[in-house]
């Protein structure tokens, strides 16, 4: 089966931080770029960091450059997402998924909400 769980999202004041993991199974997950998007309603999805399969690579959207992180942990199939100085347009569902997508469901998502 395969599967990603999101999680770790939460209220936030501007310039704090959250760091999101993503839980997956089902190994076409190990071997693959993965990556974390952001949606909001009414928009479309957006690519905001991506990694390599062995962590050596990694890329951003320029509105979170030099703020997020993205790690990952093969030996526990966990990505995360290290999100820091953050922004009230940062607010919006996160989710994660293979990049670029090919066509593996999409989890639940975990919200992120940066408001004073």
């Known amino acids: 089966q395969v599967q990603v769980v999101e999680s770790g999202g939460g209220l936030v004041q501007p310039g704090g931080s959250l760091r999101l993991s993503c839980a997956y199974s089902?190994?076409?997950?190990?071997?693959?770029?993965m990556g974390w998007y952001r949606q909001a309603p009414g928009k479309q999805r957006e690519l905001v960091a991506s990694?390599?399969?062995?962590?050596?690579?990694?890329i951003y959207a320029d509105s979170v450059k030099g703020r997020f992180t993205i790690s990952r942990d093969n030996a526990k199939n966990t990505v995360y997402l290290q999100m820091n100085s953050l922004k009230v347009e940062d607010t919006n569902y996160y989710y994660c998924?293979?990049?670029?997508?090919?066509?593996?469901?999409w989890g639940q998502g975990t919200q992120v909400t940066v408001s004073s």
């Open positions: 998924n293979t990049y670029p997508t090919v066509g593996y469901g």
């Open positions: 089902g190994s076409i997950f190990g071997i693959s770029t």
């Open positions: 990694i390599t399969r062995s962590g050596a690579s990694s």
